[in-house]
Nanobody, 127 residues
Framework: QLQLVESGGGLVQPGGSLRLSCEVS????????IAWYRQAPGKERQGVSC????????YYAESVEGRFTISRDVAKNTVYLQMNSLKPEDTAVYYC????????????????????WGQGTQVTVSS
């Protein structure tokens, strides 16, 4: 059974950086498209970034393009989300998700493509 565990959240000042980790167990990290979603209080879940299993291509929401970077470490079976130049509007619970498909192109617009989810990690950007 594929399982995901996020870590790395916390409190950071505006303009600061955090790196989130998503450790994959029960499967190889490159055998799934992996996506990061976030959800702020009272708002819908929003796709942030994803990496495709088939070719490793990456995609970003407009709101984070140029500030966030997604990557995967096959040796550590982990996906990372490096978040720089953080803004208060980035405050949310961040979730890692996987589609369990060895050959797929990741999408951000449809969270139902992802069948496996982590428990989430809180990111708070505040002075």
């Amino acid at each position: 059974q594929l399982q995901l565990v996020e870590s790395g959240g916390g409190l950071v000042q505006p303009g600061g950086s955090l790196r989130l980790s998503c450790e994959v167990s029960g499967s190889l990290v490159e055998h799934s498209s992996i996506a990061w979603y976030r959800q702020a209080p009272g708002k819908e879940r929003q796709g942030v970034s994803c990496i495709s299993s088939s070719d490793g291509d990456t995609y970003y929401a407009e709101s984070v393009e140029g500030r966030f970077t997604i990557s995967r470490d096959v040796a550590k079976n982990t996906v990372y989300l490096q978040m720089n130049s953080l803004k208060p509007e980035d405050t949310a619970v961040y979730y890692c998700s996987a589609d369990g498909q060895r050959i797929s192109l990741c999408v951000l617009w449809n969270p139902y493509e992802y069948h496996y989810w982590g428990q989430g990690t809180q990111v708070t950007v505040s002075s």
